[in-house]
């Protein structure tokens, strides 16, 4: 009997949805190994404790909290995305308008205005990037990788 | 008019016209097996409660996409399970995990489990299987959450997950074997 013979019926002895062929091919194995008897008996210990163990419900008030939490989150949401579209234009609009008087001022020094351009233009492309990626990422990532704690 | 007999297809549609009424229905029909599911992979009832309503929310936003000639639960598991792992992924860098959010209840006395020694649950063995169940892998809690808690059979966790069946007994043959072997040690 091969291990991976043995843990497929294994599971469905323990379960109680082997065939009776396939018990009595898993009781006559189970004779003749030491192993696969002692595992046989600790899964057998953990379905008889974990059939006795529940996890806990929700309580009724905590099911209620729930729906209003989410109602209001809802209910905020195109609030929310009106406020930063808003806010975004008039920082865009602010920004440009700074820029452009900064830019403009024959009293500041030309190395100062390089300096503020690429600061600037470093800014937008690492914005640019940060954006693409998070689209890219949305866009392909098929959540199935396996994440270990 | 919805009420909790309305048909989740109904409810769908009612919700995509413009009823949110409707999707309360289909929030409370689905409350505590998404709080569950997210908290058999996340392991923090506060996680859970944010997953699952952010789930929610997602499936609100995309509920035109949906095809309401097919079962809702599914549809929106993968979602939530999408929005879990990715957490998850995030949060590994920056959080540990917290054992004492797994919430587990005791049986009582009157149950009908099966009689066996296992079968009053001392504070000690709560605590140790809260340990174990938070050791393991999130893939490990979520296939033994559906099979122990949930209660599904082999077929009904390979249809939630879209894996085939000898898949789900491989799995579960693992995480059964992986959370009796943290049971034992922490006997010890």
Request: glycine content about 4%; overall charge negative; aromatic content about 12%.
């Given at each position: 009997m091969t291990h991976e013979h043995f843990k497929h019926l294994l599971l469905r002895v323990v379960d109680g949805v082997a065939t009776e062929r396939e018990r009595e091919e898993f009781t006559a194995h189970i004779r003749s190994c030491d192993e696969c008897r002692r595992e046989y008996g600790e899964f057998k210990n953990l379905e008889e404790f974990m059939s006795a163990v529940k996890l806990k419900d929700l309580s009724e008030d905590a099911r209620s909290a729930y729906w209003r939490l989410l109602y209001n989150r809802l209910e905020r949401g195109i609030g929310w995305i009106l406020l930063s579209l808003g806010a975004i234009l008039l920082l865009g609009f602010g920004g440009f308008m700074l820029i452009r008087e900064f830019i403009t001022d024959?009293?500041?020094s030309v190395v100062l205005k390089i300096g503020v351009c690429a600061v600037l233009a470093g800014f937008i492309v690492l914005l640019v990037s940060v954006l693409k990626e998070r689209l890219f990422v949305r866009k392909y990532d098929k959540y199935s990788k396996e994440v270990k704690l | 008019m919805v009420d909790m007999n309305t048909a989740d297809a109904e409810a769908i549609s009612l919700t995509v016209a413009g009823d949110k009424e409707a999707f309360a229905v289909i929030v409370a029909r689905y409350t505590e097996r998404a709080y569950r599911m997210a908290l058999y992979i996340l392991g923090s009832e506060q996680d859970a409660m944010d997953l699952s309503q952010d789930a929610f929310i997602r499936a609100y936003r995309n509920l035109k996409r949906f095809d309401v000639s097919r079962p809702f639960f599914p549809w929106f598991a993968t979602i939530l399970r999408n929005l879990c792992y990715n957490f998850l992924r995030r949060r590994k860098r920056k959080q540990a995990y917290n054992?004492?959010?797994?919430q587990i209840a005791a049986p009582s006395l009157?149950?009908?489990?099966?009689?066996?020694?296992?079968?009053?649950?001392?504070v000690e063995t709560k605590i140790a299987l809260n340990r174990a169940l938070s050791e393991l892998s999130p893939q490990d809690r979520e296939i033994i959450g559906k099979f122990?808690?949930?209660?599904?059979s082999y077929r009904e966790i390979a249809t939630e997950l879209g894996i085939p069946i000898g898949t789900v007994m491989s799995r579960l043959y693992y995480a059964r074997r992986h959370l009796k072997d943290r049971m034992l040690k922490g006997e010890r």
């Open positions: 024959p009293t500041v | 054992i004492e959010d797994f009157s149950s009908s489990a099966p009689s066996s020694p296992s079968s009053g649950i001392t122990y808690f949930e209660q599904l």
